[in-house]
């Protein structure tokens, strides 16, 4: 049992864990795990496959804290959308562009829905795992003439090509930045021979859960993310 701070807040009381299955003695071990950090709360995920283990929490008085809709689109069967709204480019072509992605990194995780509190600490730290690790032929920049927009970044999670973060700077959002970022990406999919590409969004993001329904992704299930107690010792 995986049982750490939450990335991006550690600094909050909880610590993170996986359940996909649950009992009193599992909560009680993930509980002792989290003291173990210094941490009084745990901060659990589950799926809406799994429906008793959310059942369980919340009767120990457990809150949703967060759901994200896990879809995923056939790329084959995507529809023309149409001309992005803005230029797109990747950092292979202009990776020089990549010292100006931690300012809209910064503004951006915060602002998801039900992570207010997050922070993503200082660039070097940032780059070190939001940046560097990514393949930069699938880190798409988008430009709003000179200056970039916004950014989201494809990666290959268990054999599936996910959407990564999406992040538009603030002054720039509401007007299709975030829609040009995934035409983009759809395209790179479909060049690439990807024949699918899976993506989770958090039920507030009304606007990007549209965007998906209109491209064709079809959900598969829900995670659910759920705060509470440790379980006393
Ligand atoms: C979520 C976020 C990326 C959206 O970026 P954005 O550039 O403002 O989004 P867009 O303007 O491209 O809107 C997305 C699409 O929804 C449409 N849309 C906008 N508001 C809408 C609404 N209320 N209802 C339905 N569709 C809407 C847009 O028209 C656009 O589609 P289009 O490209 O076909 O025109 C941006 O708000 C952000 O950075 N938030 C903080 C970080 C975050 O939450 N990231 C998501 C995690 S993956």
Redesign the pocket.
């Known amino acids: 049992m995986d049982v750490k701070p939450i990335p991006g807040l550690e600094h909050l009381p909880y610590a993170e864990v996986w359940f996909h299955e649950v009992d009193d003695e599992r909560w009680r071990e993930a509980s002792a795990k989290a003291r173990e950090l210094g941490k009084p709360g745990l901060e659990v995920w589950t799926t809406d496959r799994t429906p008793e283990v959310a059942e369980f929490f919340v009767e120990r008085g457990y809150e949703e804290v967060r759901r994200y809709v896990i879809s995923e689109l056939d790329v084959a069967a995507a529809p023309d959308?149409g001309a992005p709204?803005f230029e797109v480019v990747t950092l292979g072509e202009r990776p020089e562009l990549a010292s100006s992605l931690y300012q809209i990194a910064r503004e951006?995780?915060p602002?998801?829905?039900g992570r207010s509190e997050t922070s993503i600490g200082p660039a070097e730290v940032w780059r070190s795992w939001g940046l560097e690790p990514h393949e930069p032929d699938a880190y798409f920049v988008a430009l709003d003439g000179n200056e970039v927009a916004?950014y989201g970044f494809l990666a290959l999670e268990d054999g599936v090509w996910t959407?990564g973060?999406?992040?538009?700077a603030r002054a720039?959002?509401?007007?299709?930045?975030?829609?040009?970022i995934?035409?983009a990406q759809i395209d790179w999919a479909r060049q690439n021979g990807v024949s699918a590409l899976r993506t989770?969004?958090?039920v507030r993001?009304?606007?990007?859960r549209?965007?998906n329904r209109?491209f064709g992704f079809l959900p598969l299930f829900e995670e659910i993310v759920l705060r509470g107690t440790a379980a006393s010792p």
């Open positions: 959308l709204a951006s995780y602002d998801q829905p916004g959407h973060f999406t992040a538009v720039r959002r509401g007007r299709g930045v975030a829609g040009a995934k035409r989770a969004t958090e993001l009304t606007q990007m549209s965007l209109d």
